[in-house]
């Protein structure tokens, strides 16, 4: 028994091997210049990271301490991309009100917030031992 949808029928499933690499470095390029131009909220969590990252590379950690610190904030440049994600294929399908709309939107907002948490905590707990020896 086939599967109704297969892989040959899918016009964006053909490409294999290098070319498909190519192309999804491609598409991965436009989505990160697309939500610079169009997301506030990446721009500012990108300055973050821009500005925080030599601060990183400068402290006197280990360098899993300082792949952890830039890591942490990556990880909220990514889970805000996700979260922009959500939120154009809500806006796509509606710009009505609808609860269950509202609810997605809410969810990757929360998704945000809990990886600006979390890299908070990653950060005071490297770098408050550093700040208190000196």
């Known amino acids: 028994m086939t599967h109704p949808y297969h892989i040959d029928q899918n016009p964006h499933k053909g490409n294999r091997g290098l070319v498909r690499a190519v192309r999804a470095a491609k598409n991965s390029w436009c ?3 697309y939500a610079f131009q169009e997301e506030s909220a990446f721009r500012q969590e990108l300055t973050l990271l821009v500005l925080l990252t ?10 899993l301490e300082k792949a952890l610190l830039i890591s ?7 889970i805000e991309l996700l979260n922009s994600s959500v939120e154009a294929a809500i806006d796509r ?14 969810f990757g907002s ?5 990886a600006l948490l979390i890299a908070l905590l ?6 408050m031992p550093v700040f208190l020896q000196n």
């Open 31 to 33: 989505g990160l210049v």
């Open 54 to 63: 030599p601060v990183a590379l400068a402290l006197s950690i280990s360098y």
């Open 72 to 78: 942490s904030l990556l990880m909220v440049l990514a």
């Open 93 to 106: 399908i509606s710009f009505e009100h609808h609860d269950l709309s509202k609810r997605a939107k809410d």
């Open 110 to 114: 929360a998704a945000v917030m809990l």
């Open 122 to 127: 990653i950060w005071l707990a490297i770098c």
